[in-house]
């Protein structure tokens, strides 16, 4: 929760907010960029991820050392399962509706569950 | 062990463990606090402690927001979820952390709905496909969190969402630091500054503390050379007798903070009174809660909370190990009823608290010690 998380910006979802599809360690997730307005970020960026939302945008060197840092700590196996975790999958969502915004491309895999 | 070869830049490390044995006077007794829960695990997990210089005291700071938790909130949390068609969310990071009714995890074995969200937009998500049900999502942690939740309660606004709310127990980390300043069991030389948590807040709210309370402060990063060049710095400061605010994490801390960030928790939230911390008491504005505009999305408002209070089991001492004054291994019940498998205490719940950092590491001679050599 206090450790930030480094992903790339892959690909801009203008439409949901302004949302971003990172990529995490090869784990591909949409995250929340409304907390980086000023720093005006794009595809190829670098950002810091804090519970889903972009919090700075970073370079790529210091990504990686971010990425190293977590794995020093031991932190990457929870760092991972939390940016798996990000979106739910219609399971997780409930019972019954399906939230239409779970098949977003932000989340493979979660149209067909 | 085997992460020796991976510090960054093992040279530099060295150089920079000697110019703080050499910056350390003999007589002197260096109290340094890391604020940050993040840095207290750091520091356990790289063994900082086996190379710096033995008059080099590092002080564990209150920055786990878990930990900090007052039991009773967890209680009240989970006595709004417990009425007919409420859902528990919170991060995992709470779900083991027990109240005196038991922990969420325990509350789901018995049938509360109870589920991990890993971010507070994938509570709005819980709500929108569970429109019959209330979801409330039980928020927790300092400035790196509270904008993100902010965020999601004005989307929640904009969006007309009628069963979400936000049970708020965001905390704010300059009150924690001052009144740990106001405590006459406390004296610490100076802080090593929360890395994250200024990338929301910047390096200015710590310009007050260091002017009045005349104590220095550097904003550190997350790395053995971060930490060891941040204690550096705090050193030379000490020797000069300056106390100024200083940001050794400029690769990644905007010293006028994330402006959006201040600006969403602004708007959405507002200073409580007071709050109360679990081992440091009731401190004044220390605690956000949601302004008016948004009453409708919180839960405190929109259902009857019990206010639960409870002290904590008599023979724990975790007061006193979160304020510095008994070292983790001092306490009663350290390793013995408390554990991480079976923690009585909430700084044995998270890995950033210090009593899981220290059950964890206790023992063990890192890498970096070996790397750096240690001091004679």
Known sequence: ?113 | MKFVDEFRNPALIHKTVEEIQRLTEPGRHYRLMEVCGGHTHAIYRFGLKDILPPNIELIHGPGCPVCVLPMGRIDDGLAIASRPNVIFSAFGDMMRVPGASGSPLEHKARGMDVRIVYSPSDAIKLAKANPDKHVMFFAIGFETTAPSTALTVMRARQEHLENFSVFCNHVTIIPAIRAILDSPDMRIGGFIGPGHVSTVIGCRPYEWIAANERKPIVVSGFEPLDLLQSILMLLRQLKAGEHKVENQYKRVVPWEGNIAALRAMADVFELRPYFEWRGLGFISQSALRLRDEYAEWDSERRFAVPGIRVTDPKAAQCGEVLKGVLKPAQCKLFGKECTPEHPLGALMVSSEGSCAAYYSYEHRKTALAMTAGTPA
């Not at chain 1, 450790?3 to 784990?27: M, Q, S, W, Y």
């Not at chain 1, 019972?95 to 067909?112: H, I, N, V, W, Y």
């Open chain 1, 1 to 113: 929760m206090c450790l930030a998380i480094p992903g790339k910006i892959v690909e801009l979802v203008p439409a949901n907010h302004a949302t971003a599809v990172v990529d995490v360690a090869g784990v591909r997730r949409r995250v929340d960029l409304g907390l980086l307005e000023k720093e005006n970020p794009g595809i190829g960026d670098w950002v810091l991820i804090h519970v889903g939302f972009a919090m700075s945008k970073i370079s790529e060197e210091d990504a990686a050392e971010q990425m190293k840092t977590l794995a020093l700590l031991g932190e990457s196996e929870s760092a991972m399962q939390e940016v798996r975790g990000y979106g739910l999958t219609s399971e997780e969502c409930g019972e019954g509706t399906l939230d239409p915004s779970c098949d977003a491309k932000g989340r493979p895999g979660c149209a067909q569950s």
